[in-house]
């Protein structure tokens, strides 16, 4: 079982950047694909990016492709989401998840990861 901790989350002006990071410990992090995730208050909860066993192979959602960039270090168990030109519609909580997966698989999914981390609140001012 892996436990998930999302980091780097906080205010920024429209156009800025910020970079959340999701720390992971117990389980084999090199097993488990990695997606990103957001909710805005009274929306679903969105994709925003997925990231299979095997680096390089990525998914983004439709809103935030071009400005967002997912990346992992198994070495540091960690997982990382680059998100620049941020926009206000960029504010929620960003929710980092796990699943044990094959090894190219990404799932754009909520349901089909197991392990969630609790989030963490960027604010984008306009």
């Known amino acids: 079982q892996v436990q998930l901790g999302e980091s780097g989350g906080g205010l920024v002006q429209t156009g800025g950047s910020l970079r959340l990071s999701c720390a992971a410990s117990?389980?084999?992090?090199?097993?488990?694909?990695m997606g990103w995730f957001r909710q805005a208050p009274g929306k679903e909860r969105e994709f925003v990016a997925g990231?299979?066993?095997?680096?390089?192979?990525?998914a983004y959602g439709e809103s935030v492709k071009g400005r967002f960039t997912i990346s992992r270090d198994n070495a540091k168990k960690t997982v990382y989401l680059q998100m620049n030109s941020l926009k206000p519609e960029d504010t929620a909580v960003y929710y980092c998840a796990a699943t044990l997966a094959a090894r190219s698989w990404i799932g754009p999914t909520a349901y089909a990861y197991k392990y969630w981390g609790q989030g963490t609140q960027v604010t984008v001012s306009s």
């Open positions: 117990g389980g084999t992090f090199s097993s488990y694909a």
């Open positions: 990231i299979s066993l095997s680096v390089g192979n990525t």
